[in-house]
């Protein structure tokens, strides 16, 4: 349950919140107007407790060559990532896949079918002390 709800440029840099301030992050229909969301994994890792569950859906690139595919949809660029490179993103920055699912989305009228994947990942605390040279107990 929210408070209240505020409207911002994700692009903008740190978000106007103190570390560890959110329990859990959700982001439904964001990855998809990036090429490479790595920003948004390092900006919730940053904003979320140890511990903590970010939840996302991602449109599922359906061309084996490329982990980033781009397509134009009513003059808006969208873009699909591999799974793995989804991946990759997240725990490069300290999240481990908890949960992965996948699933189709009915199309509009006159629109592609879309194929979504929405993995769990949670925030992997040792990561930071690995990243700072320090190795667990």
């Known amino acids: 349950m929210t408070e209240s709800l505020v409207t911002r440029d994700i692009t903008s840099r740190p978000f106007p919140w103190e570390d ?4 859990h992050a959700l982001a439904c ?3 998809h107007f ?3 969301p790595g920003f948004i994994f390092e900006e919730v890792y940053r904003l979320i407790r140890p511990q903590g569950i970010l ?3 991602h ?3 359906t061309r084996a060559e490329s982990d980033v595919q781009e397509r134009v949809m009513e003059s808006v660029p969208v873009f699909a990532h591999k799974p793995s490179f989804i991946g990759e993103l997240a725990a490069d920055t300290g999240f481990t896949l908890k ?3 996948c699933f189709t989305c009915i199309p ?3 629109h592609q079918t879309g194929f979504y994947s929405g993995p769990v990942w949670f925030k992997n605390p040792m990561h930071d002390h690995e990243s ?3 190795r667990p107990i």
């Open 20 to 23: 560890g301030w959110f329990d």
């Open 29 to 31: 229909g964001v990855f």
């Open 34 to 36: 990036f090429s490479h």
């Open 55 to 57: 939840c996302f859906t």
């Open 59 to 61: 449109q599922l690139a």
């Open 99 to 101: 949960k992965p699912f």
């Open 108 to 110: 509009l009228p006159n």
């Open 132 to 134: 700072a040279g320090h």
